[in-house]
Nanobody, 123 residues
Framework: QVQLVESGGGLVQAGGSLRLSCAASGRTFSSYAMGWFRQAPGKEREFLASIRWSGGNTYYADSVKGRSTISRDNAKNTVYLQMNSLKPEETAVYYC????????????????WGQGTQVTVSS
């Protein structure tokens, strides 16, 4: 079992940056691939980025590639998402997830989810 708690969301101006954190509990955190998703009101949950258990491989959606960085610290049981040059249309609830499939991009490939953290980007 893995429990996930996101933090770091908030209000930011367009063009600004945020670093989201996801703290995991459970002894097997380092065995899981981790991912970040977001969901805007009235829209489907969207994949953003994923990272393998070792941290050596990462994958990004085109929508955030070049502007975001996913990383993890297995010693701290934490995964991060650094987001830069944020746009108002990226206002959403951001979720982290854990799964056993390396570099997973689909919702069904993840087994555990956090409760989400709100990111609001003002114009």
């Amino acid at each position: 079992q893995v429990q996930l708690v996101e933090s770091g969301g908030g209000l930011v101006q367009a063009g600004g940056s945020l670093r989201l954190s996801c703290a995991a509990s459970g002894r097997t955190f380092s065995s899981y691939a981790m991912g970040w998703f977001r969901q805007a009101p009235g829209k489907e949950r969207e994949f953003l980025a994923s990272i393998r258990w070792s941290g050596g491989n990462t994958y990004y959606a085109d929508s955030v590639k070049g502007r975001s960085t996913i990383s993890r610290d297995n010693a701290k049981n934490t995964v991060y998402l650094q987001m830069n040059s944020l746009k108002p249309e990226e206002t959403a609830v951001y979720y982290c997830a854990a799964g056993l499939i390396a570099i997973a991009t689909a919702i069904y490939e993840y087994d555990y989810w956090g409760q989400g953290t709100q990111v609001t980007v003002s114009s």
